[in-house]
């Protein structure tokens, strides 16, 4: 049973991610958890979730690295698991967002790009996300997903 039913709402506040780089050259969602698709948020498996939106923002462990232009994708899935495999029969494409390249520095900010969600997750479901190009520790993307649990 949710915490609250009338209205309901979050229980639990819940910030979770992973880096979002890899190569990802079609949008079917048909990839392997953990290797080229990246689990940033997992329902609650009793009652589901609440998302309220996710967060890329450029990550470099060099000053003056450009991070990579890039796009982002953005799933709703009934798989989580590492290893697992998400195929367009259980992997399905939200959003995806483009992303400009950016030099890290130690005197100015980075622009992060924020997508709202704002829609309920069932038991177990998961937000996964990709990116269109390969990043490293220089030139990559962190995603964070914002939400609570019920």
């Given at each position: 049973m949710a915490g609250n039913a009338n209205p309901i709402f979050s229980r639990i506040?819940?910030?979770?991610g992973s880096t979002a780089g890899t190569v990802a050259t079609f949008?079917?969602?048909?990839?392997t958890v953990g290797t080229n698709i990246f689990n940033v948020f997992t329902a609650d498996a009793t009652n589901g979730s609440f998302v309220q939106r996710i967060r890329f923002i450029p990550i470099s462990t060099t000053a003056?690295?450009?991070t990579t232009a890039t796009l982002h994708r953005i799933y709703v899935s009934s798989v989580s698991a590492t290893g697992a495999t998400a195929t367009a029969a259980n992997t399905w494409l939200?959003?995806?967002?483009?992303?400009?390249?950016?030099?890290?520095?130690?005197?100015?900010?980075v622009a992060y790009i924020e997508v709202p969600l704002n829609f309920a997750l069932p038991p177990g479901y998961s937000i996964l996300v990709n990116s269109?190009?390969?990043?490293?520790?220089n030139t990559g993307w962190?995603?964070?997903?914002?939400?609570?649990?019920?």
């Open positions: 506040g819940i910030v979770s949008s079917s969602g048909s990839y003056a690295t450009a939200f959003q995806e967002v483009a992303a400009a390249a950016q030099t890290p520095a130690t005197t100015t900010a269109s190009t390969t990043s490293t520790a962190a995603a964070s997903v914002f939400g609570g649990a019920y």
